[in-house]
């Protein structure tokens, strides 16, 4: 049972726990997508603008799709790759778009972060946390992170703008997939603040050859089954290309449910998406991958990863194709149908 509520005034509460705190680092979860890169660097103008703190961003893992890139370099590459001396230095971390015990970040299985703001689903383990701000009924954790900013009555330079409201297009599919009443309001209010040539540059990244031969591997790996769609691909060049593959099957027309996995760095990577309103992406993969690994998500989209300690990558994602039909009551005795002849 959840049973947190976030506080009546976040903001205050917020402000107060951090007016004399230093040195503050900042970190959102590993492999960073938009929403988590403009969450932090929305923390951290906050911080500088209110207290006069000058608090350091830094991730774990990689920043690999080309959107992801091109947008990084547009906000002048504000974050940096996070080493333990980073963790030894911060008397004060802050969890930004993940929650301890979630397994995407680096927090240190002895600290408690001092602030969590997220918008997945509850975990016990944040109830330790001085501060905490987890709205799962949010699409985006910049949206929670505008909100902030508005109460506080800063207007977000252009470029911090661009990368929010890019966090909450991207989390929510242009306010499509998950989003709140609050997510709308957040996002219309950026609208009008956007560096729209910037935005159409990321938008728009050039990509790699390796980008294309992945979607021609997916496309000949995708089985079929019923409303299902489940695709091995193999390895990939970055963690979150099992994401992009995903979000492209769940296009297919007749489509419900999607898991594409890969693997990255001896790890199986997967991602799920929904077009279900009845059966929560998280709470469906966290029931496919059990204690096998770590997985968590939002209602339409979800994912997670299990470590393969030298096991076939390809007979695990097996197992787990064949778990998430069992979940959803489709048969397993029939083979998938392939979309290639």
Request: glycine share 10%; proline share 6%; net charge neutral.
């Amino acid at each position: 049972m959840n049973d947190y509520h976030a506080p009546a005034r976040p903001l205050d509460q917020l402000l107060q726990l951090l007016a004399d705190a230093a040195p503050v680092l900042i970190l959102p979860h590993n492999d960073p997508d938009p929403d988590a890169i403009a969450s932090a660097l929305g923390l951290r103008y906050l911080l500088s603008q209110r207290l006069g703190l000058e608090a350091q961003v830094a991730y774990q893992g990689i920043i690999g799709r080309a959107e992801n890139k091109t947008l990084v370099r547009y906000l002048g590459r504000p974050l940096r790759q996070l080493v333990e001396a980073d963790l030894r230095r911060a008397a004060h971390l802050i969890l930004v778009d993940t929650q301890p015990g979630a397994g995407n970040n680096p927090l240190p299985a002895d600290r408690v972060p001092a602030a969590i703001v997220d918008h997945h689903a509850w975990r016990a383990e944040s109830a330790l946390a001085p501060f905490v701000d987890v709205r799962p009924e949010q699409g985006a954790t910049s949206t929670i992170v505008t909100e902030y900013l508005q109460a506080a009555a800063l207007e977000p330079p252009k470029g911090l703008a661009t990368a929010l409201f890019y966090g909450i297009k991207t989390d929510t599919m242009g306010l499509g997939r998950g989003a709140g009443l609050e997510d709308v309001a957040a996002y219309y209010y950026l609208q009008p603040l956007v560096d729209i040539e910037a935005l159409v540059e990321i938008e728009r990244s050039q990509v790699p050859a390796s980008y294309f031969q992945g979607f021609v591997t997916a496309i000949q790996a995708a089985r079929i089954y019923g409303q299902v769609a489940l695709a091995y691909i193999g390895g990939m060049s970055y963690p979150d290309q099992a994401a992009e593959i995903a979000d492209l099957l769940s296009r297919l027309q007749g489509v419900q449910w999607v898991m594409c996995t890969g693997v990255y760095n001896d790890n199986l990577m997967l991602a799920v998406r929904s077009r279900s309103r009845r059966t929560g992406a998280g709470q469906l993969v966290r029931a496919v991958v059990g204690n096998l690994g770590m997985a968590g998500g939002h209602g339409t989209m979800a994912g997670g990863q299990v470590p393969l300690h030298g096991a076939d990558p390809a007979q695990v994602a097996e197992r787990l194709g064949q778990a998430m039909l069992r979940q959803l009551k489709v048969p397993t005795s029939k083979a998938g149908i392939a979309l290639t002849a």
